[in-house]
């Protein structure tokens, strides 16, 4: 799965998500975790709303976002793109999550994670 994380350099979560001028994504897996990509946000207009809405966007494909600080608006519309935010409250170490998210993984997520996890492989009954 995709995780995101807000980070002024990669190892650590130390940027609020309103903030973030980009994202450090990561595909996590019980037995491998690797650095894909940094995604950039620029200023997307003046109004905070479209802001949110830009970074919400841009991450889509990921199931988690770390940050160091968030509001509830732009929580709200990452939740409502099946992102789940988590709010760090400190600077945590980027290695030290992920580590952590494996080790979750390996053994029985709780509930909020195995959603996110199969975020894009919902499927109805209508779709077989």
């Known amino acids: 799965m995709k995780v995101a994380f807000t980070s ?3 190892e650590v979560i130390d940027q609020h998500f309103g903030m ?18 940094t995604l950039r946000v620029g200023s997307h207009g ?22 160091m600080q968030i509001g509830g608006p732009a929580a709200a519309k990452l ?4 992102i789940h935010p988590m709010k760090t409250n400190t600077e945590v ?3 030290e999550i992920v580590g952590r998210l494996q080790e979750v993984l390996k053994g029985n997520p709780p509930p909020w994670l195995r959603k996110a996890m199969n975020k ?9």
């Open 8 to 10: 002024s350099t990669g």
């Open 79 to 82: 939740v409502a793109r099946k």
């Open 120 to 128: 894009d492989q919902t499927a109805s009954f209508l779709d077989e």
């Open 93 to 95: 170490s980027v290695a």
């Open 20 to 37: 973030a001028d980009g994202f450090h994504v990561w595909e996590i897996g019980p037995d491998e975790a690797h650095f894909l990509e």
């Open 46 to 67: 003046d109004d905070e709303e479209d802001r949110i809405g830009a970074r919400a966007d841009a991450l889509l494909d990921c199931a988690i976002v770390y940050t």
